[in-house]
């Protein structure tokens, strides 16, 4: 890399935190926080005084930050409810940007951000970092190499014991859509990631129970139709009471042509082969062992990338495909019909 690359970053608490002290120090080489926004000032001081940076450039009004900081790309680790805000900051002022999922909290605010981004030639890549932890890379190989033959249908199970208020940061206990919006972005951008195809339809609903402590709803059930012929089938509920699969111990299982490739909470990668008057042959399947893995896999995508290195999987042109898979899916409860994510997507990609 031809240089340090500077980073605005806006966020210091929470998943913030995780970047500023677990996620960026390997890369510190080829990067380097240059200021620092977060509205706590407990937090902002935090964090500030783990980065070493002076005060002057440690940032609560987010405006002020982007007009005075010069930096190469920001990086966004705030409520997706605000992150349309600081997208257009970010383009306002020529920064590209690495952003947490989801793209934002509504597809309106989704459209916005694209139409954005895209008209000024900007690069902005929105992590998805389930795609590359160990486990779900060595299912995914094992598809793409074609031992098994061509897919037929994938089914995803997520189940997580949330059921005391605010065992799962308490602000998802508020918001609408908790599941959809928070989980099920990465559940459903799983499932492109396994397919190899897009959502052409989705149909389902989510909903909410007497006894949840979530004001919004935080179950959902769908089935989608992918591009390229895959069924796809997810059960999510942040009220499981029995088997956990929570995060990275997801349950996916993907049945094709000569057998089925699965993976559950014990995180091994298992392949089934059924064969006439033998019966079933299991076989426990290597892992994949990536140089970086989940998050930090994705950061050096995005450094290469803004240095001239190929375009990342899930940059926005390509993520805005995930994220309304969420939208159509929030349409097709309230309506009880299959949307079409496809149209969905064409209305704000294709040109006019």
Known sequence: MSNKKKCLMIGGGGMAGAWIRQFYPRFNDRHEIVALVDINTDILHDSGDFLGLPRSRRYTDM?????????????IVIPPAVHRDAVMQ???????????KPIADTWP?????YRAVTE???????????RYSSRMLTMRQVLRDGELGQINHIQGRFAADYRKYGAWGAFRYEIPHTLLVEGAVHHFDMMRNLSGGDCKTIAGWEWNRPWSTFQG???AMYVMDMTNGVKAAYE???????????????YYRAECEEGAVAIGSDGVTRMYRHTPGKGMHVEDVSPVV?????????????????????????RLEHNIRSVAM?????????????????????RVTDPV
């Open 326 to 346: 969420v939208f159509a899916a929030i349409e097709a409860s309230c309506s009880s019909r299959s949307v079409d994510v496809e149209e969905m997507v064409g």
């Open 236 to 250: 999510g509920s942040c009220l499981g009471a029995a088997e956990q699969n929570s995060w990275h111990r997801e």
């Open 217 to 219: 709803d935080c179950c």
């Open 120 to 130: 000024t030639g900007l690069k902005m890549h929105v992590i998805q970092n389930y």
């Open 290 to 314: 990536p140089e970086y893995d989940g998050h930090q896999w994705q950061i050096n995508e995005f450094l290469e990338w803004i240095d001239g290195g190929p375009a990342p999987d899930t």
């Open 90 to 100: 970010a383009v306002e002022h020529k920064l590209d940007i690495l952003s947490e």
């Open 63 to 75: 405006a002020s930050a982007f007009g005075e900081v010069e930096a190469d790309y920001c990086t």
């Open 109 to 113: 605010a989704c459209v916005d951000i």
